[in-house]
């Protein structure tokens, strides 16, 4: 398996634009969690899926950002309109069931201007 | 709700000397215990987890890792660090349907 894709890997937008990030799970897993990585805050996580139904989306920051999981292999982060406070390191992670570990994509470096 | 603690930021040692970094949680029960490993601009790489059994867990590249449930914590060492080992370690936390939480991480820098 060629383990969590994320689309794009860097990603320069300027104030106001839509931003996509993509996300394909481990085939076969049913958990996905997109995570935000900053020097300020850490990683933080932002919402989750299990079996394509959002979970805990309490980490979303505001109504700018918004996730989907519409099938078990793909699923997208939007942020609409994009601030520069947004640019960070975005990861997807994805799990085969509750209580295994997280396999984590490469990130999307986002960089809003 | 759960919470990790890992109450080193930064921890710089001696190629070749032994390392320890802390990982403290809070949880209600017996949770599931991940440590992970990045390394600058990549993902997160699991190490090691603790679901059960031996309290003591073998993990990748010569890394291992204590449960002690009377102090909560997870710690991770290796008797002798690399060159190598130089990245951010994190510790985490989950249990059940509920989401994985992490610590906010330790940056380990070796020195020749």
């Known amino acids: 398996d060629a383990g969590v894709i994320q689309s794009p890997r860097h990603e320069v937008t300027e104030m106001g634009q839509e931003v996509t990030l993509r996300c394909k799970p481990i085939s076969g897993h049913n958990s996905l969690f997109w995570y935000r990585q900053t020097m300020m805050r850490g990683l933080e996580l932002l919402i989750y899926f299990n079996n394509n139904v959002p979970i805990d989306d309490s980490g979303m920051p505001e109504d700018r950002f918004s996730a989907k999981m519409p099938n078990a292999s793909f699923s997208t982060l939007k942020i609409q309109p994009s601030e520069p406070r947004d640019s960070a390191v975005y990861f997807c992670a994805s799990r085969l069931t509750v209580n295994t570990e997280a396999f984590f994509g490469q990130g999307t470096r986002l960089t809003v201007v | ?112």
Do not use: M
């Open chain 2, 1 to 112: 709700a759960q919470s990790v603690t890992q109450p080193d930021i930064h921890i710089t040692v001696s190629e070749g000397a032994s390392l320890e970094l802390r990982c403290n949680y809070s949880y209600g029960a017996t949770p599931y215990l991940f440590w992970y490993v990045q390394s600058p601009g990549q993902g997160l790489q699991l190490l090691l987890k603790y679901f059960s059994g031996d309290t003591l867990v073998q993990g990748i590249k010569g890394f291992e890792a204590e449960f002690k449930r009377s102090q909560s914590s997870f710690n991770l060492r290796k008797p002798s660090v690399h060159w190598s080992d130089a990245a951010e370690y994190f510790c985490a936390v989950g249990v059940g349907n509920e989401k994985l939480t992490f610590g906010t991480g330790t940056r380990l820098t070796i020195i020749p």
